[in-house]
């Protein structure tokens, strides 16, 4: 009757770094997309806002940031 167990074993240890970047230069262009953003909310909802009004505005950038969020963070 053995009283002492062995170790257990472990799987090897991951290389250290990050995964690389999907698409693009990495940094770059997820720099884009922050710009793009910035530009749709400083420009894009006050000119729907002018165009269809405050309801529609506002709804149409939920859902537009909520599908562009979706997109680029699956």
Same mark, same amino acid.
């Given at each position: 009757? $053995?009283?002492?167990?062995? $170790? /257990?074993k472990r799987a090897p240890? *991951? $290389?250290a770094? %990050? *995964?690389?970047a999907p698409?693009?230069?990495?940094a770059g262009?997820?720099w +884009? *997309? =922050?710009? @793009?953003?910035?530009a749709l909310?400083?420009?894009? @909802? $006050? !000119? /729907?806002?002018? !165009?269809?009004? %405050? =309801?529609?505005?506002m709804?149409?950038?939920?859902v537009l @940031?909520?599908? @562009? !969020?979706?997109? +680029?963070?699956?």
């Open positions: 009757m $053995p009283t002492a167990s062995a $170790p /257990a240890a *991951k $290389p770094g %990050g *995964k690389p698409h693009g230069d990495g262009a997820r +884009w *997309k =922050v710009a @793009l953003l910035v909310g400083t420009i894009g @909802l $006050p !000119l /729907a806002h002018a !165009l269809f009004g %405050g =309801v529609a505005a709804l149409g950038g939920a @940031l909520g599908f @562009l !969020l979706g997109r +680029w963070t699956a």
